[in-house]
């Protein structure tokens, strides 16, 4: 019992630590105005971003009914590492130093494979602070009720999300943050990092910091919901509604004390 709990402590200590992280990413990149739509509060970017979703899930899936190496999903997760990391580099850097030390991030990941788990974390809170930084707050509502209704369909009803996560899990490079310790071992998809991400990093700019940080523990207390029921009862478990959950509720409460106090 104190193994699983330890496990479960250290990753909602690092998932309340990259939606800081994503808050103080969120705010350089929408001072330098890094946005990746044209019109970001279009609601159509929700639709958008969650075709996106679903198209790569369903590639993933066949890909892995049909192909059984490891190459493929390395090469995938070292563009990633890449990007994300020349892409924040570039906020402080000339280019070509910022795609050096991207360079050098990614050898450290196949040199020192502990590396990786810090890697992908980055790269999770790189994602979320651009999608949030680059959407206006209504279509990023819409995003995160679609993502976490379609996260508890697939995980209770079609299963499907079930099969992926147990495919890319023989990959052992499954874009995930795990925390081992003896026998126990507690994941999180990257997903469930950069969706509430997404949504506080928008809430920022929409209503303030303060907001914000508030959405940003309540997802986490969403989480440690979670966490709380897995030690009980353990199996495959949508993250994304309960974090998502969590963070409007006490956004929408910080938000109604404030407009009832301030009245």
């Not at 190496?69 to 890449?82: D, R």
């Not at 997903?191 to 990093?201: A, E, H, S, Y």
């Amino acid at each position: 019992m104190f193994s699983l709990r330890l496990v479960a402590t250290q990753l909602l200590g690092s998932f309340a630590l990259a939606q800081v992280l994503g808050l103080a990413v969120g705010g350089l990149f929408a001072s330098r105005e890094l946005g990746i739509v044209e019109n970001p509060s279009d609601p159509s970017n929700a639709l958008y971003f969650f075709g996106g979703i679903l198209l790569v899930t369903v590639l993933m899936l066949l890909v892995l009914k049909y192909y059984k190496g490891k190459l493929l999903f390395i090469a995938m997760e070292t563009v990633l590492i890449f990007v994300t990391s020349d892409l924040f580099l570039s906020l402080f850097l000339p280019g070509i130093y910022a795609a050096g030390i991207a360079f050098a991030l990614v050898a450290l990941r196949h040199v020192y494979p502990k590396a990786r788990q810090a890697l992908i974390l980055s790269a999770s809170v790189i994602v979320g602070a651009l999608l949030g930084s680059s959407l206006d707050f209504l279509p990023v509502l819409l995003f995160v009720v679609l993502l976490s209704s379609y996260d508890f369909v697939a995980v209770f009803m079609t299963k499907h999300m079930i099969t992926l996560a147990k495919a890319l899990d023989n990959q052992k490079n499954n874009f995930t943050v795990a925390f081992r310790h003896k026998k126990d071992v507690v994941e999180l998809g990257t997903g469930d990092f950069v969706v509430p991400i997404v949504l506080c990093v928008s809430a920022s700019q929409a209503f303030g910091i303060a907001p914000a940080l508030f959405a940003a523990l309540g997802a986490t207390a969403g989480l440690a919901s979670l966490l709380f029921f897995m030690e009980k009862k353990k199996g495959y478990y949508p993250g994304l509604p309960p974090v998502v959950f969590g963070a409007l509720l006490a956004l929408g409460l910080f938000l109604g004390a404030k407009a009832v106090l301030g009245a």
